[in-house]
């Protein structure tokens, strides 16, 4: 009879002052290989295969101390676990609630973004316009200028990871109704105004799978065995990505459902 597997066993990380709990347990009998993975919901596991020793599992969550921190900080920034819908006063940048403050004025007009100093302080959007309809156009404009630099970093932080990309691959932003980007036979990538209400995470996951396209230009299964090659775990994305609120209509006390999909 096969001996009874070890229980998982828990530890905590500490690496620049944060620390990071984590669990260390054995994966399916086919499991061949390690597996470090940062879970959506801040969870860290490393899963071993069976009959190596669970201590290889503690030892490998310091040798990738720098990843899981980066990880988990994207995690947490994100509170990714149940967006509350957003109000006419509550708007969503990076996957953060933001508090709107909608001033009238006639001199300044333009948007601007306070992030959350700390997880229990509200960032703030302020928007000075001279009416509702003028602070909507600025806002979505703010929306747009923001995806594009926002995109624009992650792709660079990105671009080594993909084998087949040459160059970054120039970016558009519009204003998708349907997806939340698109790659054209061209090597353009367009996204979406309002990806940058998405946090981080999500963000990566719809320029990933956009980059993915140039190298393959369909949703066949080559394209997602080489998309999983690049992000492991795009399914907890995506799904991340189907659950978030995306009805946005500045201003106005109804929301517009705009359809899924990427
Ligand atoms: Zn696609």
Known sequence: ?????????????????????????????????????????????????????????????????????????????????????EQHDRRYVLGTLCKVEWLVARSWHGVTWRPPASPDIEGRLIISAKSESHAEALLHRWYAQKTL?????????????????????????????????????????????????LPIPCIDYVLLHELTHLAVFNHSPAFYAALSRLLPDWQNYRRQLETFPLPWQPLAKEHVSEPLGI
């Open 1 to 85: 009879m096969p001996a009874a597997p070890s229980p998982p066993e828990t530890g905590h990380l500490c690496h620049h002052g944060e620390t990071i709990p984590y669990t260390v347990r054995y994966g399916s009998a086919a499991r061949s290989r390690m597996a470090l993975r940062v879970m959506l919901d801040g969870r860290v596991e490393i899963l071993l295969p069976q009959g190596m020793p669970l201590a290889r599992g503690h030892v490998l969550i310091r040798q990738r101390a720098d990843w899981v921190a980066r990880q988990w900080q994207r995690v947490r920034q994100c509170r990714l676990a149940s967006p509350a819908p």
């Open 149 to 197: 630099e926002v995109c624009a970093d992650r792709l660079n932080f990105l671009k080594d990871a993909v084998p087949w990309l040459t160059a970054p691959p120039p970016l558009r932003v519009r204003r998708l109704c349907r997806r939340w980007g698109s790659c054209s036979n061209l090597g353009v990538v367009t996204l979406a105004s309002l990806l940058c209400r």
